[in-house]
């Protein structure tokens, strides 16, 4: 157990649904990241929140969006799904806002879009 | 917009013996260079990490090697052991923008 809670973990949905993905982070971390892995590609990075407010932004599509929440969960809105979202959707915390010791990954979500 | 590449999807090697797992990155600002193993159904976990102003970096059976003039970046495991196969990410950073690789898996043989 890393400390770093997702949820859920599988989740089967169909074209043009929405869903939302939760992380906990570990606890006192306050930076939270979101990265997508497609099928034999490497961790995409989505966006970052720092202690509630955004940091940065990768490549994250304009039909997703997120948020970090007061008590630091964040959430990840996924809307008009496509079949290529499906993927891992993994979370990831850290101390500082520059994770230069590295993060704390999640288990991640896998979505499977139908 | 690959500027992180692990050019080899997947490496075998015999139990005892060194395994070298190479990156190469584009983007000469990046300041900060992570190796993270991955096993099935788990998340990515940190394995080692070298500040740009380093050439090596070295913690028990893993070492880290930075050319910064070449772009590249290589974890040696010596000796390497069963329970090293994973999927091994290399990562670099600048700031607060980590780009990670595509993963490279292992498979260490009895």
């Known amino acids: 157990d890393s400390g770093v809670t997702q949820t859920p973990k599988h989740l089967i949905t169909a074209t043009g649904q929405r869903v939302t993905l939760r992380c906990s982070p570990r606890s006192g971390d306050l930076s939270v990241y979101w990265y997508q892995q497609s099928l034999d590609q490497g961790l995409q990075f989505l966006i970052q929140y720092y202690n509630g407010e955004e940091r940065a932004k990768g490549n994250i599509l304009e039909r997703f969006s997120a948020q970090q929440f007061p008590d630091l969960h964040s959430e990840l809105n996924l809307s008009s799904l496509e079949l290529g979202d499906s993927a891992l959707y993994f979370c990831a915390s850290s101390v500082q806002e520059f994770g230069m010791s590295g993060y704390t990954f999640g288990s991640g979500t896998r979505l499977t879009v139908v | 917009d690959q500027q992180v590449k692990q050019n080899s999807p997947s490496l075998s090697v015999q139990e005892g013996r060194i395994s070298i797992l190479n990156c190469d990155y584009t983007?000469?600002?990046?300041?900060?260079f992570l190796w993270y193993k991955k096993y099935p159904a788990e998340g990515p976990t940190f394995l080692i990490s070298?500040?740009?102003?380093?050439d090596k970096n070295e913690d028990g059976r893993f070492t880290v090697f930075l050319n910064k003039s070449a772009k590249h970046l290589s974890l040696h495991i010596v000796p390497s052991q069963p329970g090293d196969s994973a999927v091994y990410f290399c990562a670099a950073s600048e700031g607060n923008d980590m780009r990670f690789g595509a993963g490279t898996r292992l498979t260490v043989k009895p």
């Open positions: 983007n000469s600002m990046f300041d900060y």
């Open positions: 070298i500040s740009s102003i380093k």
